[in-house]
């Protein structure tokens, strides 16, 4: 029998209407390209994104960021996008009558839209944070000395409220028909025609960010994600009373991954929804009315990145259902194992063949070894295993710290620890990524700057849970985790704390109860949202400290189900703390 070890997881404009306007969730919206990678910290594992942002008109202002997807996260590839020529707004004044979903309240706000023009959104292309913990089937530490756990009464703030609201937030981002057990009040039925090239059916899934577009590279990189941080931390999700609603969260977007894989081993849906025009769009998802075109890839027009992303996600939810629903979690390693030989079979980057994706990545290699990890601890095979430490050292992924901390906890190597430390170290105050706030928030960029630090936060008390500096990444995660709900005198999570998010760019929630009509006078209007987007995590501040509470700073008030993902998973890691723990044995 291989040595056991212990699962990290514990056993993821107003534009007229016909002009784009809306940003791609992880980093480029309205008139801006970005594209992004894995690097290692200041250089996780992602590669650096340029985010430029013209405005068209007399005057180009163009804004170039640097943006890099968290490889510590692993999965982050940047987006691409092609940049659209800008709408401008016509001078209206409305009167309508909000009435609040949650807070039964009226207000007849007098929404003036001035004439001005908005970057138009880009196609953005990301590979989203790869999150990866070793889960293994067993449940057991590098150490044979038992652990004596402290508990810690307290932390500061309700987790337990934060990870209730953030499982609520992606509710509010289903598609397709929704159960009758429905609980956000102003969403209904939805994209009930997403359909593929021949008819297949592919209603369903999250959207993406505040738009309407479907990704299974998103989708799939926030499902490992968030289902690594459930199977690290399971503690942290009974203490909340959510177990049971975590399994229900994520079978929504697996049961869409499987409707995208429609020819097994073959083929694979990646996207639904042409950019251009879902930006074009600024209302309820259920009054869409333009085409939504779907993209797929085959063996002729290949994408390793897209199906080994869907591959490591479809193998995390077999570790899982494995217990609860065994058929179901056999379904998904079975499709799992497919689309990881259709992935290291036909080479190739999905962004190559298809120019209309939202997100692409730099390099394929991460997502094929990401595959190779899970799939080794969901079955395991030896031959995995082999084929991820060979696309570690193919790929040269040495700065990827997700990778590091998965094949460190499997394999006990110290090369894989010391890297990641590397990579980790370079978050801590004086490691050298930029901090905000005194010093308090670490910023490693400036679009969507919250997603990447708290997957850090995430990344870290994984590690500190095995032993990897425990006290100095366990106070990193508790700093900048506890800096979002409120230590920094604001909460960025939409409906929790103090002076939280109020205009988070999202059209749903910007939109007045039905049958009010909804349209780019929405994005327009300085008012709260109407429907509040609970438990949602804006962007965040930007490398200067500067954040907009404003549905047209896209760069700092997005919102998107990538964003959600380390973040919630830090959140669990946080209340296994309190019930648990910390290991006092060394």
Partial sequence: MGRQHKYIIADPKPPTDSTDVDLKLKDVEEGEVEKKRYMCGGFFGFSCLAIVAFIIGAILVAGISAIATLGALGYLDMMKGTIRPKPTYTTKTETPTVTSVY?????????????????????????????????????????????????????????SEVLHKSILFYEAERSGELPPDNRIPYRRDSAMEDQGLNGEDLTGGWYDAGDHL?????????????????????????????????????????????????????????????????????????????????????????????????????????????????DYADTLLNNSRLLYTFASTYRGRYSDVLDTVI????????????????????????SYLDDAMEFYE????????????????????????????????????????????NGQLAVYLDWGSLRYTSTMAFLALVAADIGIRPTAYRDFAISQINFMLGDGGRSYVVGFG?????????????????????????????????????????????????????????????????????????????????????????
């Fill in 394 to 437: 193919e790929f040269e992924l040495w700065k990827n710290p997700r990778h590091l901390l998965l094949l460190y906890n499997i394999t006990n190597d110290g090369q894989y620890s010391s890297k990641f430390k590397k990579c980790m170290n370079m978050w801590l105050p004086g490691g050298g990524i930029n901090r905000v706030f």
């Fill in 103 to 159: 807070n039964v309240t009226t207000q007849s706000p007098n929404v003036t839209i001035t004439t001005t023009e908005l970057p138009t959104k880009t196609e953005l292309t990301t590979e989203l944070p790869v999150i990866t913990s070793s889960l293994s089937p067993v449940t057991t530490s590098h150490s044979t000395t038992p652990k004596i756990t402290t508990a810690i009464p307290s932390l500061g703030y309700n987790y």
């Fill in 214 to 326: 479907k990704s299974t590279f998103s989708t799939a990189y926030a499902v490992s994600t968030l289902t690594w941080g459930f199977l690290a931390f399971p503690d942290g999700y009974r203490e909340a009373g959510e177990y049971d609603r975590f399994l229900d969260s994520i079978k929504w977007p697996l049961d869409w991954l499987l409707k995208a894989h429609t020819i097994p081993g073959e083929e694979l849906y990646v996207q639904v929804g042409l950019p251009s025009a879902d930006h074009r769009y600024w209302g309820r998802p259920e009054e869409m009315t333009m085409d939504r075109p779907a993209y797929k890839i085959d063996a002729e027009n290949p994408g390793s990145d897209v199906a080994g992303q869907t591959a490591a996600a479809m193998a995390a939810g077999y570790l899982a259902f494995r217990d609860s629903d065994p």
């Fill in 498 to 586: 103090e002076n939280p998010p109020q205009r988070v760019h999202h059209r749903a929630a910007s939109c007045p109860d039905m049958p009010t009509s909804c349209r780019w006078n929405y994005f327009g209007s300085s008012e709260p949202n109407p429907q509040i987007l609970y438990g949602a995590l804006a962007g965040g501040p930007n490398k200067a400290g500067v954040y907009q509470d404003s549905r047209s700073s896209y760069e700092t008030n997005e919102v998107a189900i990538d964003y959600n993902a380390g973040f919630q998973s830090a959140i669990a890691g946080m209340l296994n703390l309190q019930v648990i723990g910390v290991d006092t044995s060394t």
């Fill in 359 to 382: 997100y692409t990545s730099g390099a394929y290699g991460d997502e094929l070894a990401w595959a190779a990890v899970w799939l080794h601890l969901a079955t395991g095979e030896q």
